[in-house]
């Protein structure tokens, strides 16, 4: 018996490029992505398109929380944010009645400002009472609640114009400024 040249085995690896392209569309395809969600703020412009304008101190709501997460509204320390939306809302509708507060409702400007150490959470949620005080004053002119009136249906032509005769005259003039 004549010995035969032993060839050694191998494994046939061609189809193995096509399995591993497979694998990795299906993890792409099947594999869900975390995106988490942000504030929706309308950023203010560049630097050199900013316009400066005379503010009168009578038409500012200021907002202040330090590094403790402590407030500081209109100058009086508060310990927290109950009473927050009557005092914008009367601030904001004061329409000069009382001198104390604003002119006008097109010029009443409500600035939040932190400070650096401040949490996110406590400026959310001072943001988020100033927002609902307008979101009722806009819903108590069309005659519904501030949740309605967030859920009308802009591209419905008979709530949107519900939803700008809310709007109308009564700008949500926020002011988020530099924290120190």
Known sequence: MKPRSLKPEAINTGSMADIAFL?????????????????????????????????????????LINSQNQYLIRGEISPDLSGLRSQVKS?????????????????????IKTNRGTEYQYFIEVLDEVKEAYYEL????????????RQLDQRDPSEYQLYLQGKEGLPMNISIADPD
């Open 91 to 111: 601030f904001v509708m004061n329409r000069g009645a009382i001198p104390t507060l604003s002119d006008h409702p097109e010029k009443a400007i409500i600035s």
């Open 23 to 63: 694998l990795l569309i299906f993890f792409l395809v099947s594999t869900t992505i975390l995106q988490e969600q942000g504030l929706i703020l309308k950023l203010p412009p560049k630097p050199e398109e900013q316009n400066t304008a005379k503010i009168s101190e009578r038409n500012l709501f200021k907002i």
């Open 138 to 149: 806009y819903g108590e002119r069309v005659g519904m609640t501030a949740e309605a009136y």
